[in-house]
């Protein structure tokens, strides 16, 4: 019995972390857009698991602000589970008997009520089938449908055309545009984060916005607390409402938290939701991500014009405010670029939102979270004035790194690795301020070996915190040059160099 009760209770307990999340927007001052956050909500069915109401409607990668957000959450115990264009007409995978999620979709949008503003997102735990051509359909800017991709071919004969006609003929559609119609402002978001992930992401939302967090208890008050207000048939917060439920419950902080600006930088899709453009307003973010497939550039895109698009934005940012919340989903070169345009001569306090292992973790130099200085080692290749910088934090990337330097870089003479004092691991850095030490060493180190006109090449496997911090030398290491790391072998499995500083 036991096994079939666990993995029910998680599921809701994943239901209910992700409505935390949201609701937690209901206190950010920097969010009044987010009015209404639902739980449970009576309809659209299918898309009522969690419901997100704007005004005026939140910015979107379409032709219209979105005033609503219906979400459909699907959680499994492991991941195993994987899914194709053709599951979109399967019951059984939504465990449905009767309806499948494409229908429920059309059952959604022609509910009395419903605005054409909306938009309906499916959150799952489960991957897409290798090879199956719904991971192609799904934008990584925003995880909608790309329905130009859908219906880029004429004829059903084709791979898109499978697709249309599998999904048209189950709906019973008369035609493509009826399908694409339907498909406006559908949203699927696979191999959403774990249970543990959305405990943490809960904790740190709360944080920010000045309630209890919760990362070290066995148990996590707010699912007993989300299940409470289905009981007590109070399933729709507002900020009025939220304030209160926040006074009668004791979350609040017994400090108030202070107040910073929001800021976004993105460069990867994971993660890449509505819950997630709540963490700065969309005037404050800059997303990156169509530069990208994945990890890497897309054809035609140079890392020159993106630090070109990313240093306009950074440089705008002091004007808006003096005290800074950084949030970092990006690559590391990017954080870098970051630390060197918010430098200590930008006179802005920034803390930087560090997601880990764990937990995400606010990182500030002033935290208290110290530790050891790093061990830093010399090796002396050669005569060339440049210097290459093997930063190994979360790993041990030395090996990798004299490789590439014997066989791309001629002119580096020295080769410097950090490596935090009790080895390289996910942990390794206990926070900000050990950060911030560890930046501080390799500074003084390049300082001391660098010459005049040579370049600093870095090789950084380390938290994106780290890297703003280190990039916050940048000028008194003299030209540097970040390189980013192909990361499982897509490519080439090497390193490549993206732009100088």
């Not at 898109?160 to 699927?188: A, N, S, T, Y």
């Not at 930063?391 to 004299?402: E, G, N, P």
């Not at 002119?411 to 691991?425: A, F, K, N, Q, Y």
């Not at 940048?474 to 040059?481: D, F, L, P, V």
Request: hydrophobic residues 40%.
């Amino acid at each position: 019995m036991a096994n079939a009760v666990v993995p029910r209770w998680h599921g809701d307990n994943y239901q209910s972390r992700f409505f935390w999340m949201h609701a937690a927007a209901l206190r950010d001052p920097q969010r009044q857009d987010v009015v209404e956050v639902t739980f449970e909500a009576d309809g659209p069915k299918a898309f009522d698991d969690v419901v997100v109401y704007y005004d005026p409607g939140r910015p979107s990668m379409g032709p219209h602000r979105i005033t609503v957000d219906f979400h459909q959450i699907k959680w499994h115990a492991d991941y195993s589970g994987h899914f194709g264009f053709r599951d979109l007409v399967n019951p059984d995978f939504i465990n449905a008997t009767t309806f499948s999620i494409l229908e429920r979709l059309a059952e959604a949008k022609a509910k009395p009520g419903v605005p054409k503003t909306a938009a309906f997102s499916l959150v799952t735990t489960d991957t897409f089938t290798n090879g199956d051509p719904l991971a192609e359909l799904i934008s990584p800017a925003d995880n909608s449908l790309r329905i130009e991709k859908l219906f880029s071919t004429k004829t059903d004969n084709s791979r898109m055309g499978e697709v249309r006609r599998c999904w048209r003929e189950h709906l019973k559609l008369d035609d493509d545009e009826q399908l694409k119609e339907l498909l406006q402002g559908f949203h699927i978001k696979a191999g959403h984060m774990s249970l543990e992930d959305m405990r943490a992401r809960v904790s740190e939302r709360f944080r920010l916005v000045g309630l209890l967090g919760e990362e070290r208890a066995s148990d996590f008050r707010y699912d007993e607390a989300a299940r409470n207000l289905v009981v007590r048939k109070i399933n729709r917060l507002t900020r009025d409402a939220f304030d209160q439920l926040c006074r009668e419950e004791s979350w609040f902080q017994s400090e108030p938290v202070s107040h910073r600006l929001n800021v976004a930088l993105r460069s990867f899709s994971r993660g890449v939701t509505a819950a997630d453009l709540l963490d700065a307003a969309p005037d404050n973010t800059l997303s990156l991500v169509e530069g990208f497939d994945g990890r890497h550039l897309k054809e035609g895109v140079s890392w020159e014009d993106l630090k070109t698009e990313a240093t306009a934005f950074l440089e705008r940012v002091p004007e808006r405010g003096k005290a800074l919340r950084l949030f970092l989903d990006a690559h590391s070169s990017l954080a870098f670029l970051a630390g060197s345009i918010l430098g200590f001569k930008a006179g802005v306090d920034v803390e930087v939102l560090q997601k880990g292992r764990a937990a995400s973790l606010v990182w500030h130099s002033g935290d208290e979270r110290d530790g050891p200085e790093p061990k830093i080692e010399e090796e002396v290749i050669g005569s060339g004035k440049d210097i290459a910088v093997s930063v190994d934090i979360t790993r041990d990337a030395l090996a990798d790194v004299q490789e590439h330097v014997r066989a791309n870089l001629p002119t580096v003479g020295r080769i410097l690795r950090v490596v935090p004092d009790g080895g390289s691991g996910q942990q390794s850095v206990n926070g900000g301020a050990h950060a911030a030490c560890i930046a501080d060493a390799v500074a003084k180190a390049v300082s001391k070996v660098r010459k005049p006109g040579g370049t600093v090449n870095f090789f950084i496997a380390a938290p994106n915190a780290f890297s703003f911090l280190l990039g916050q030398h940048a000028e008194s290491m003299g030209i540097c040059m970040p390189y980013e790391f192909d990361f499982g072998g897509r490519v080439d499995g090497l390193y490549r160099p993206t732009f100088k500083i």
